[in-house]
């Protein structure tokens, strides 16, 4: 496959799917519009109950900042993590991933700013960003928009992932950037 094919390919995808499902659709003798109309409308309903779990998440991820939490939590685990090939810069970032996507994607850039995006805290903070997840923002997010209550094992097991995600990132750069 060339590179112009899947350039063409990746240009028309998204008008192709808005021709071909409403198209779909209409055949089928679906109400199209309808359809659209009720989806937004639970969509919506859906964004309003989100609210107050993304406000309070919002509110804790701002407290942890702000009291010095997140920059101590970093000086007490230094010692260990300079020990095995984990700069001390990238910390902040691994702390608050979990947390807040957009907040560790504004410290990404100011290390990549400051680093360079070739620099190994550069690119160990991109392979982070696509190798560990916000686990706490969708606990909240989603499982708050469906009521779920019980989710101490999705806790336990996301948090996992991102400790994983975060060791393969440190280990995946330093092979092969150091």
């Not at 939490?69 to 608050?96: D, K, N, Y």
């Not at 779920?148 to 336990?156: E, M, N, P, Q």
């Amino acid at each position: 496959m060339s590179l112009a094919f899947l350039d063409t390919i990746s240009r028309w995808a998204i008008p192709f799917l808005l021709l071909v499902i409403p198209l779909v659709g209409f055949l089928r003798k679906v109400p199209v519009y309808e359809a659209f109309v009720e989806g937004a409308e639970e969509g919506f309903t859906t964004a309003v109950k989100i609210i107050p779990f993304l406000v309070g998440m919002m509110v804790a991820i701002s407290v942890f900042r702000a009291s010095g939490a997140m920059e101590a939590l970093s000086h007490a685990v230094e010692a260990l993590t300079s020990r095995v090939g984990i700069p001390s810069e990238i910390l902040p970032l691994a702390i608050m991933r979990p947390l807040s996507g957009s907040a560790v994607l504004g410290m990404a850039t100011e290390l990549m700013k400051t680093h360079g995006p070739d620099s190994l805290i550069g690119r160990l903070a991109s392979v982070m960003q696509g190798t560990t997840d916000t686990t706490f923002f969708v606990l909240t997010i989603y499982f708050g928009s469906v009521g779920i209550k019980k989710y101490r094992y999705s806790i336990v097991t996301g948090l996992t992932a991102d400790v994983t995600g975060f060791i393969a990132s440190v280990y995946i750069c330093n092979l092969l950037f150091k």
